[in-house]
DNA sequence: GGGTCGTATTAAAACGATTCAAATCGAGAC
DNA sequence: GTCTCGATTTGAATCGTTTTAATACGACCC
C-alpha cells in the first residue's frame, strides 16, 4: 500500500469510501459521530486526496489561473498580491504564468488552463487572444481581463483610469510652475501610454500656458529613461523642459540617474513625476512624485469579481470597473 | 457534444481511441497516415485533452511546482525565469507560488502540490518543512532545494556561496583605500547574513587595518537601510565609517537614499557595495556596485537537476550545487 | 404494533483519458 | 499460395474519486 486511499480510509474508520466522500465535501450530511472516526483514519494513514480523480469525476477544478504581463515589473506584482489574498482566503489555488509580453508565453500558459480546465482566468492579455479566450469561456471557465480593456466589451474586466493619472499629474507640475513638460515614454501605440499623454496635452492646453515636449521610447525600463534624458539634453537650452513626466517609474528611475550623472539637479533644475509608485519610487536617491495606481485593490476586485461569477455564472453581467490614481508628491517635483 | 473528447476525434478520423491516445503520448508507434487524419479531426473539434483524466490514468503530473520566498524581490523573480526557460523547453509547466516568508502559505502550496502529485518541486523553504518534503518524496515526488541547504542534506540543493561574495565585497573595499565597513543587514540569524558577514570579517581581519561595524536590521529592505545609516551618523565623527556593505541591494538603495538626503556624497565620503546585483542597482541614481549572483543560472541549474532526477529517479544521487557570485564594480565605490 | 418521515449510510455508476495484451494487416520469403 | 514477422490498430480494463438513487435505521405518532 504505497499510498493511501479513499477506500483503505473507509475501511479504517469502518464506513464505506462514500461516506469518506461525504465527510470530506459535503461534512454536514455525516454524523460528527463518524466524522470524528474518519478524520482519525486519515490522519492515522496520512491520506493526501488524489486531485486529479477528485477533478475528473467532480468535473471542476478549483484552481484560478492567472497571466501577468511582466513578473519582474512591482506593478504586478503588487497585482498579484491583491489576487492571492483573496483566493486564499477562498481556499482557491492560483497557479501563476508570467507571458513576459511574448505571445508564445502566452499561449503556453492558455493551453495549460484550457487542459487543466480551469474554474476561471485572469489576464492581461498581450497578444491577440480574444479567440481564445472565447473558447474558453464557452468551455466553462470564467474569465476577467485585468487592466486591458478590448475592444470588444465582453469579458468583465478591471483597470485603472490612465485619462486621470495623466491629468492630474500633469496639473500638479503646472501649479507648482513648470512649463515645459518632456512626457518620456513608448512605444506610443501602447494603450497606456496613449491615454497618459492625450490627457496631458489636453491639461496643458486647458491651463494655456503649458507645452508637452513627447519623447518616444520603444520600451518602458530604465535604459528608456536615460536615453530620453540624452535626446532632452541635446535640445538647445532655450528648449530645453523644467520638467519631466515618465509613462512609469521605472523610466522615471533612469531618467533620474541620466539627470544626476549629468549634473542637473532634481527638483531644482527639473522636476519628475513617475507613474506606478512603485516601492524603489519612494526609496529613490531623491524620492520620486509618482502616480499611485491601486495596483492590490485591481488585483483584489478582479479576483473578486472572478469567485463571484463562477460561484453563480447564471447571474453574472458583464462589468467594467475603473479604479482610480492618485497623486503622490515627493521630493522630485518639489517647488524650486 | 458541449466539449469535444478522444472518442469523438476517434470517430471522426476514423480510428479507435486507443489510436488517438498513441497519436498523442507515442506518435512514434502510429502510422504517418492516420497520424495526419486524427491532427486533422483535432483542429477541426477543437480538441483540447482533459489532463485531469490523463493525469488519473497515467499516474504522472508533468508539472512542476516551485515556492518563492518573495517574489517582490527582484531577485527570485531572476531564479523563476531561470527555471521557467529551461522547463518550457521541456513542455512542463510550472506552477508558482509565492510563500512570503509565510508558513502558513507556504504551507498551503505543499497541500496544493502533494494532492496534485506533481512530477517535482523547487522550494526555498522558509519554514520547518523537511518532514512536509520527506512526504512528497515517498509519494514519488522529486525535490530541489534553491538557495537554502538544510542541515539534513538528504535533498539536492543549489545555492550560490554566501562566504565568497562577503570576502570579495570586504577587499574590493579594502583595495580601494577605505578602513571603516558598516555592515548593515539582518536579522543576524538568517544564514545568507551571517555567512557574508563572517566572512567580511575574516577578510578584514585578514588585511590588517581594516574593520567591521556590524548594524543589525530587521529586515532586508529600504526602510532597514534608512534606519542603519540613522544610527551610523549618530556616532561621533571618529568613529563613521567610510564605507557601507549592505546586506542586500534593497537595503543598499536606502542607504543611498538616505545619506544622499543627508548630504553625504557617494562614494567621496562614504562608499556603498550592495548584493545581489538587481536592475535597480545600476538604475540608482548613483550606480550602485554590487555582488551578483547568478540568479538565472541557480534557476536554470535547479530545473535542469529536477528534470533529470524526474527522468530517471533510480540514477539519482543526491547533489549539492555552489555557484560563485562576482563583484560588479560601479560607481557607488569608486576611489576618492 | 403499524405507518410515516427524516437522517445517515451505501452500492454501483460515472468522469475521460491511457495502457496492455491481443488482433489485424501487409510485405517479403519460400 | 502459404507462412512468418514486424508494424499498426484495437477492445477492454483501469486510474481514484464523487454522485445518484436507493436502503437502512430509528424516532415519533396514532
Redesign the interface.
Known amino acids: 500500500m504505497p499510498?493511501a486511499q479513499v477506500r483503505d480510509v473507509a475501511a479504517r474508520a469502518g464506513v464505506s469510501p462514500a461516506t469518506v466522500s461525504n465527510a470530506l465535501n459535503h461534512p454536514t450530511k455525516v454524523s460528527p459521530a463518524t466524522l470524528a472516526r474518519i478524520q482519525a483514519a486519515i490522519d492515522e494513514l496520512?491520506y493526501?486526496?488524489?486531485?486529479?480523480?477528485r477533478?475528473?469525476r467532480a468535473g471542476t477544478?478549483r484552481a484560478i489561473g492567472m497571466i501577468v504581463l511582466d513578473?519582474?515589473n512591482?506593478f504586478f506584482?503588487?497585482v498579484?498580491?491583491g489576487v492571492?489574498d483573496v483566493l486564499?482566503g477562498q481556499q482557491r489555488?492560483?497557479?501563476?504564468?508570467?507571458s513576459?509580453q511574448e505571445e508564445h508565453?502566452e499561449a503556453?500558459?492558455l493551453?495549460?488552463f484550457?487542459?487543466?480546465?480551469m474554474d476561471g482566468v485572469l489576464i492581461t492579455p498581450t497578444g491577440d487572444v480574444l479567440d481564445r479566450l472565447r473558447?474558453l469561456r464557452d468551455?466553462g471557465t470564467s474569465v476577467v481581463l485585468v487592466d486591458r480593456m478590448t475592444r470588444a466589451t465582453e469579458f468583465s474586466s478591471v483597470s485603472i483610469d490612465d485619462a486621470t493619472g495623466g491629468r492630474i499629474a500633469t496639473e500638479h507640475l503646472l501649479e507648482t510652475g513648470r512649463r515645459r513638460i518632456a512626457f518620456i515614454g513608448g512605444p506610443a501605440g501602447l494603450a497606456q501610454v496613449a491615454n497618459r499623454l492625450s490627457a496631458a496635452r489636453a491639461a496643458a492646453e486647458a491651463h494655456g500656458s503649458g507645452e508637452i515636449i513627447y519623447t518616444e521610447t520603444d520600451a518602458m525600463?530604465?535604459e528608456a529613461g536615460r536615453t530620453g534624458v540624452d535626446r532632452l539634453l541635446d535640445l538647445p537650452p532655450s528648449q530645453r523642459p523644467d520638467a519631466v513626466f515618465a509613462a512609469n517609474d521605472?523610466v522615471a528611475?533612469?531618467v533620474?540617474?541620466a539627470l544626476?550623472l549629468r549634473g542637473v539637479r532634481v527638483p531644482d533644475d527639473i522636476a519628475i513625476v513617475g507613474y506606478d509608485d512603485i516601492?524603489?519610487a519612494?526609496?529613490?536617491?531623491?524620492?520620486l512624485t509618482s502616480v499611485r495606481q491601486p495596483a492590490h485593490q485591481m488585483g483584489s476586485t478582479a479576483a473578486t469579481m472572478l469567485v463571484d461569477v463562477i460561484a453563480d455564472p447564471a447571474a453574472s453581467t458583464v462589468r467594467h470597473i475603473t479604479l482610480m490614481p492618485e497623486l503622490v508628491v515627493r521630493?522630485s517635483s518639489q517647488s524650486s
Chains 1, 2 share one sequence.
Not at 93 to 98: F, R, S
Request: aromatic letters at 4%; hydrophobic letters at 40%.
Open positions: 499510498v496520512g493526501i486526496r488524489n486531485d486529479a480523480a477533478q475528473l477544478n513578473i519582474a512591482p506584482t503588487d498579484a498580491r492571492e486564499l489555488p492560483l497557479i501563476m504564468g508570467n513576459s508565453r503556453n500558459y493551453d495549460l484550457e487542459q487543466q480546465r473558447r468551455r525600463n530604465a521605472l528611475l533612469g533620474l540617474q544626476t516601492d524603489f519612494s526609496s529613490a536617491a531623491i524620492p521630493r
